[in-house]
């Protein structure tokens, strides 16, 4: 997990909240990244950001939102719009932009969000 | 399509016997191939990362072969141990633009006493 740290852990939901997951790091790295994982698939990535104030869609964005003003921080928001939010999310780190594509991603321990 | 796919889905194993988890890759272009050990409940751990060039590379009791021109690399575990258990996701990376991950759904291994 390294200097990652994502709140809280678990976290529950009605249907109809919105709900902000936390990604924090102290690594310096530029890139930052949350992916969702469901039982049986792949990761996939909801959003990234490789530098400060701008981020971009991943594959799955619809029904969330994130925002990226300082460099440590990088909270993704589960909006009502999200259809099945139920999941693991997990958010990674890299380097930088210029760190090359060898560079590995540093995975934060997760948070697992449940809707009631 | 991208698409990273992994054998067997899961597997059973004595404390100390060896095994190889299988990945098939389909990724255009290709960068590198990686893998990671996730255990249950946590955040995936890197474990070995190959680029199209290195036909193998180990970190300790895992050992990573890559084939290039077949698309398929492997993870061999030798003497397995009680920590071993957990899942081991295949990476492809693609090159260029953000080198976005291709990822595999995992192969679940548990190691027996």
């Known amino acids: 997990d390294g200097g990652i740290t994502q709140s809280p852990k678990y976290l529950f939901r009605k249907e109809g909240q919105n709900v902000t997951l936390s990604c924090e790091q102290n690594?310096?790295?530029?890139?930052m990244y949350w992916y969702r994982q469901d039982p049986g698939q792949g990761l996939r990535l909801i959003y990234y950001s490789q530098i400060v104030n701008d981020f971009q869609k991943g594959d799955i964005a619809e029904g969330y939102s994130v925002s990226r003003e300082k460099k440590e921080s990088f909270p993704l928001t589960v909006t009502s719009a999200q259809k099945n939010p139920t999941a693991f999310y997990l958010c990674?780190?890299?380097?930088?932009?210029?760190?090359?594509?060898?560079?590995?991603?540093?995975f934060g321990p997760g948070t697992r969000l449940t809707v009631l | 399509k991208n698409q990273v796919e992994q054998s067997p889905q899961s597997l059973i194993i004595l404390e100390g016997k060896n095994c190889t988890l299988q990945?098939?890759?389909?990724?255009?272009?290709?960068?590198?191939l990686r893998w990671y050990k996730q255990d249950t409940g946590r955040g995936p751990v890197s474990l070995t990362i190959?680029?199209?060039?290195?036909n193998t590379k180990s970190n300790g009791r895992y050992t990573a072969t890559l084939d290039a021109d077949t698309k398929q690399s492997s993870l061999h575990i030798t003497a397995s141990q009680l920590s071993d258990s957990a899942s081991y996701i295949c990476?492809?990376?693609?090159?260029?633009?953000?080198?976005?991950?291709?990822f595999g759904a995992g192969t679940r291994l548990a190691v027996h006493p």
């Open positions: 190959m680029t199209f060039s290195e």
């Open positions: 990945c098939n890759y389909t990724v255009s272009p290709f960068s590198n």
């Open positions: 990674a780190t890299k380097a930088g932009v210029l760190a090359g594509d060898r560079y590995e991603q540093f």
């Open positions: 990476v492809a990376s693609l090159s260029g633009g953000y080198n976005k991950l291709i």
């Open positions: 690594l310096n790295h530029d890139a």
